[in-house]
């Protein structure tokens, strides 16, 4: 019985440790677990087909739980491999799959409030930096939504919004570089902070300026946000708070395994810096 246990084991699996999101994701998980929970962090580095392996791997370490923030719901024989190992655990940011527990921030809020700060500068043309289709995640999908309908309720039309579609990369998002400039626009939404660096820099490769020649905003509010030339104008996660809530409804679903599914969403805030400015 997991609750007589003293010493917990859990396992966190993120996509890439790259991203400054998930670094700080893992850093507040490490800093919520008290001193008899032990954390096995794994970053898969995107390559998805590691997964299976790597929960095996953790299964066979005997782990009593795991946050997964790496999508198992197109994956079938992974949440059977959970299910079958009767393991606790909680996705984060990835599709509410009914019979897992789900944590993630309030992401068509947060488009919505990206698309609002935009619209409210006067910007009628958008170029967005969006995530491949093997990086795209039930809640990137919920911010693009969210994104997208508040310019349709403002009046832009179609043709003036260029959604690209990239790696979820520094490199993928300065590729973006050429096609941006080739739409024209007068503002960009990335959909990470990640996404947000490696665009800034394709820009100022070609001599373009943020926020003279475009504005730029980005999404999460990693530390990086508040050191980048310009401060880099985003949308905020609580990432501590989503380590602290994910670590608690393990802790939750470890001690009674027959409550029903646990779902909890945080709300996300317009963090206000250098890169925006009026069309
Ligand atoms: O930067 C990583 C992104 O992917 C974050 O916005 C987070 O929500 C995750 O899903």
């Known amino acids: 019985?997991?609750?007589?246990?003293?010493?917990?084991?859990?396992?966190v699996l993120v996509?890439?440790?790259?991203?400054?999101?998930?670094?700080?994701f893992l850093q507040s998980i490490e800093n919520y677990s008290d001193p008899k929970t032990h954390v096995m962090m794994i970053g898969l580095d995107g390559?998805?087909?590691?997964?299976?392996?790597a929960i095996e791997g953790l299964l066979s370490q005997g782990i009593d739980g795991l946050i997964v923030a790496v999508a198992v719901d197109g994956y079938p024989e992974v949440n059977a491999l959970l299910k079958e190992n009767l393991i606790p655990y909680i996705v984060l940011d990835q599709n509410n799959t009914k019979d897992s527990d789900f944590i993630a921030a309030d992401d068509f809020h947060?488009?919505?409030?990206?698309?609002?700060?935009?619209?409210?500068?006067?910007?009628e043309k958008i170029s967005i930096v969006a995530a491949n289709s093997e990086a795209t995640t039930y809640n990137l999908t919920v911010r693009l939504n969210g994104f997208l309908e508040t310019c349709r309720d403002s009046g832009i039309k179609k043709e003036n919004i260029q959604i690209i579609k990239t790696q979820f990369t520094k490199h993928g998002g300065q590729k973006t570089a050429a096609a941006i400039i080739a739409f024209r626009p007068t503002a960009i939404f990335t959909l990470s902070d990640e996404l947000a660096i490696g665009v800034l820099g394709g820009l100022n490769d070609y001599g373009f300026k943020v926020p003279d020649d475009f504005s730029l905003i980005g999404y999460d509010d990693t530390d990086y946000a508040e050191f980048?030339?310009?401060k880099l104008t985003t949308i905020?996660?609580?990432?501590?708070?989503?380590?602290?809530?994910?670590?608690?409804?393990?802790?939750?679903?470890?001690?009674n395994p027959k409550i029903k599914e646990q779902i909890r969403t945080v709300d996300v805030e317009l963090i206000i810096r250098d890169s925006c400015k009026k069309r």
């Open 228 to 230: 980048m030339n310009p």
């Open 15 to 24: 996509p890439a440790i790259s991203n400054p999101f998930f670094s700080e």
């Open 1 to 11: 019985n997991l609750s007589n246990k003293t010493d917990v084991t859990i396992g």
């Open 110 to 123: 947060g488009g919505q409030l990206a698309a609002q700060y935009l619209c409210s500068l006067g910007h």
């Open 47 to 53: 390559d998805r087909g590691q997964l299976y392996s």
């Open 236 to 255: 905020r996660q609580p990432i501590p708070l989503l380590a602290k809530y994910a670590l608690e409804m393990l802790k939750n679903r470890m001690i």
